[in-house]
């Protein structure tokens, strides 16, 4: 076994038990446990900067699930087996596109140029019919900032950094406006979209200490580490977690929805673009379809379900039947901090129906959509912001699902450097609102028509939050939030 060299950059020597690999992009040795008397892992034995620690050392080659780590060949089909890359079985939650939307190919260019190709003149043309469809659009929303008093240890613990103080405020303005909508009760289920580390259901749970039967469904696409999931330990609380793509989620499979038959209350903090918009089609469109049986279900049946065998009895006797709700509310509220516009679908917007009535179609969307990050991009130096925003990634990659306040979300196209000169900075980002302004207007419209009273107001300080606007709707039938005048 040839001998092993320190790299020149290393400032000391691997970890007793731990691989002696030297991982330049890190800038320090390799974590992994390796077996006993050898120096390297496996991922590095025999990589280049390495010795081959054996003369016959297998030979490892790329996974053909996932080439971002390698394999023993000769150990490729036991491998197979148990990557964490191959494909799983599917829930039965799990229904290919049941919240996409319709594909209509025929309506989306398979090429639209770049924003800083358009001409002036097609600059400027975008531009008036953005203006003409903004007409009799509120642009100054209702300042409905609040804080909830479970947070006020937290907002005040001077170990808090600036970051963790943003997010504080914002999670304690959403709860307020949960609290303030009456959302927060017993028997019900709430479902986090975009759930991230969970932090938002941690303090929806904290708030109903005293509440029975709350469930909670953390709904997130990927893997989250530094999840807060452990922290629940209430007898009165049910916590599960969900991976999956929400355009493929079907709540009505959920065995927790199908056993409880809780009313749902969809909250997000930061749902990033399209994911809105699915999570919007999941709530009212397919899991309200998927209940509709239960509604016309006769009272006898209804009443069985709903209530407990005590409150039958109760209601027998007493013969009150007014006490029983006349119609079941699959979902009873939906609170959703929104974010990032420029990354929404024509595809999968609930709002084509309203921007087709007013004579716009996949292509103003999709540049509507780009130009909305100016509203939170257009102020920036590019080149210093880009830099930076690269840099923060880095340091802060677990906290990827949460920051999405508008930083560094610049896309390649929408630099001011590449606009033409006849728009100003605050004209850009003026510009930019109205694009949010009409993509939730879209919004708003579809729950109106799926019989929800939805309502769009700021609740943080853009100095907190450059993505500071929560969309909140209740059912017509419910009490009207006091948001809308």
Request: proline content about 4%.
């Amino acid at each position: 076994m040839a001998a092993f060299v320190l790299k020149p950059q290393a400032t000391g020597f691997p970890a007793e038990g731990r691989c002696g690999y030297y991982v330049e992009r890190k800038k320090r040795f390799c974590r992994m446990v390796v077996a006993a008397g050898k120096r390297f892992c496996g991922e590095h034995a025999g990589a280049a900067g390495t010795d081959v620690e054996e003369e016959n050392a297998r030979k490892r080659i790329l996974c053909p699930l996932d080439p971002k780590h390698t394999v023993y060949e000769d150990q490729l089909a036991k491998h197979l087996k148990k990557c964490n890359s191959r494909e799983k079985p599917k829930p039965d939650f799990f229904i290919q596109d049941i919240n996409a939307g319709l594909k209509d190919e025929t309506e989306i260019p398979e090429q639209l140029v770049s924003i800083s190709s358009l001409s002036e003149e097609q600059l400027e043309s975008l531009i008036k019919k953005l203006k003409r469809a903004s007409v009799g659009l509120n642009s100054t929303l209702k300042d409905q900032t609040m804080s909830h008093s479970v947070l006020d240890d937290a907002l005040s613990d001077p170990k808090n950094g600036d970051s963790a103080t943003k997010h504080l405020k914002q999670q304690a303005s959403i709860l307020g406006n949960i609290e303030k909508l009456k959302l927060l009760g017993p028997r019900r289920c709430f479902v986090e979209f975009g759930a991230g580390k969970g932090k938002l259901s941690h303090w929806v749970d904290i708030a109903l200490k005293d509440v029975e039967n709350v469930h909670f469904i953390l709904v997130e696409k990927v893997t989250t580490r530094f999840k807060v999931d452990g922290k629940h330990k209430k007898k009165n609380s049910v916590f599960e977690r969900l991976q999956i793509d929400i355009q493929h989620l079907c709540l009505h499979k959920v065995p927790l929805l199908t056993e409880e038959k809780l009313p749902v209350v969809g909250i997000g903090k930061h749902l990033c673009g399209v994911a809105t918009d699915l999570a919007l089609r999941c709530l009212v469109e397919t899991y309200a379809a998927s209940c509709e049986e239960r509604n016309e279900e006769p009272l006898a049946k209804r009443i069985k379900n709903d209530k407990t065998e005590t409150e039958i009895n109760t209601l027998a006797k007493e013969g009150n039947e007014k006490n029983v709700p006349e119609k079941w509310t699959p979902v009873a509220g939906i609170v959703i901090a929104l974010c990032c516009h420029h990354r929404c679908d024509w595809r999968h917007y609930v709002g084509k129906e309203y921007f087709r009535a007013l004579g716009l179609g996949a292509v103003e969307f999709h540049y509507f959509q780009r130009m909305s990050s100016w509203a939170t991009c257009g102020m920036r130096n590019t080149s210093l912001e880009a830099s930076n925003f690269t840099t923060k990634r880095k340091e802060n990659a677990d906290d990827a699902s949460e920051e999405h306040d508008g930083d560094g979300y610049r896309m390649a196209d929408d630099s001011t450097d590449h606009l033409p000169g006849f728009l100003t900075v605050g004209e850009k980002k003026k510009i930019g609102h109205l694009c949010k302004l009409l993509i939730d207007q879209g919004r708003v419209q579809y729950l109106q028509q799926k019989g929800f009273n939805p309502a769009l107001q700021y609740y943080t300080d853009p100095l907190v939050s450059l993505e500071n606007v929560l969309l909140t709707a209740l059912p017509n039938h419910s009490s009207p939030p006091e948001t809308i005048a």
